[in-house]
């Protein structure tokens, strides 16, 4: 397993809920550290300016993080913090912008709106685990090209190619593909190991 919480989200994303006149605006990043999320924390607050709380919940691997901001202890970081650990996510940060309606919602009526406005932004996140593939180059003349592209488009994910003698394709892929390239090659053409990468491949919700 790469991490310890697997899944990463691709985009920012926001979900909006309202609960007894009161507002909840749902913010779920991306982030890689304490550093990132305090710089998206402080550019939510000036697209959701004169808040009653900006109350926030994060996890970067072994690092986890939560803030009521004011809201009673416990009713707010935390379950949404529990939140982001149910759903096996890293390198996020969430953000629950609160514009207070005038109506107490409760130790328990907190508790709940702060999940649901997480797990709403959850919801529309789209997932990807992060998994390990190797970055390659094969070249191979051009009577070969159109299986080439069958099976690299099949198999892989081509990131570029090349025209000069012969045409070199650049691909990710989570396997070894030299059997079947020079299967359809009859051993003329061999790809060659760049260099191992992290790539982030999408995941149903």
């Given at each position: 397993m790469y991490n310890v919480y697997m899944f990463?989200?691709?985009?920012?994303?926001?979900?909006?809920?309202?609960?007894?006149k009161s507002k909840f605006f749902g913010i779920l990043s991306p982030a890689t550290s304490i550093e990132e999320a305090k710089e998206i924390l402080s550019d939510v607050r000036k697209r959701?300016?004169?808040?009653?709380?900006y109350c926030t919940?994060?996890?970067?691997?072994?690092?986890?993080?939560?803030?009521?901001?004011?809201?009673p202890s416990g009713t707010a970081g935390l379950p949404m913090l529990e939140c982001l650990r149910h759903k096996d996510l890293n390198n996020v940060v969430m953000i629950v912008v609160r514009y207070f309606g005038g109506t107490l919602l409760g130790t328990g009526g907190l508790v709940k709106a702060y999940q649901q406005s997480t797990l709403?932004?959850?919801?529309?996140?789209?997932?990807?685990?992060?998994?390990?593939?190797?970055?390659?180059?094969?070249?191979?003349?051009?009577?070969?090209i159109?299986?080439?592209?069958?099976?690299?488009?099949?198999?892989a994910e081509i990131t570029d190619r090349?025209?000069?003698?012969?045409?070199?394709?650049?691909?990710?892929?989570?396997?070894?593909?030299?059997?079947?390239i020079q299967e359809i090659?009859?051993?003329?053409?061999?790809?060659?190991?760049?260099?191992?990468?992290?790539?982030?491949?999408?995941v149903s919700n």
């Open positions: 990463h989200i691709k985009s920012e994303v926001i979900s909006e809920i309202e609960i007894k959701y300016p004169n808040a009653t709380h919940a994060m996890i970067f691997d072994n690092i986890q993080r939560s803030n009521d901001d004011g809201e709403s932004a959850i919801e529309k996140a789209v997932l990807t685990l992060p998994v390990e593939a190797g970055l390659y180059t094969v070249s191979a003349s051009y009577d070969l159109n299986r080439m592209e069958m099976l690299l488009r099949k198999e090349q025209y000069d003698e012969k045409v070199t394709f650049t691909y990710l892929s989570e396997k070894d593909l030299t059997e079947q090659s009859n051993g003329s053409a061999k790809p060659t190991l760049v260099e191992n990468v992290i790539i982030e491949k999408p």
